[in-house]
């Protein structure tokens, strides 16, 4: 644990928060494999967002800090998206670009904010897994 603070934003607050950071041992205590990871935990809300740590800004936050729900949602969207650009059925960036003209926005799964906006992406990408 440290008193290492970041702003970022929380989807359980709905606002930019003073995430502090720590690792695994306060996370994910019953997980030893992932004591020496980072994290950044919002204390308002109890939620939190690991990092990047295998690159050289291994405190990187993934995005934004999610929700139980939306952390399970955007799981559900990955299941569908990844296969759809690992199998060469579109490009990565081809298809994160119809993603992100479907929304409006520049998208990236971590980055989602709401249900809502999980629920569409994954209502689009399912449909383009059926073409
Ligand atoms: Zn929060």
Known sequence: ??????LIRCCGCETKV????????EIYPHRP???AQPFWKCDR????VGCHWKTKNPTEPLGNIPTPELRNARKHIHAILDPL????RY???ELYGMISDHMGFGYHTAQIRTVEEARKVW??????GRK
């Open 1 to 6: 644990m440290t008193n290492i603070t970041r």
């Open 91 to 93: 490009g990565r960036k």
């Open 33 to 35: 494999d992932l004591h």
């Open 123 to 128: 209502v689009f990408v399912r449909e383009l």
């Open 18 to 25: 003073e995430a502090r950071l720590t690792d695994g041992r």
């Open 85 to 88: 650009w690992q199998s060469k």
């Open 45 to 48: 809300c109890g939620n939190y």
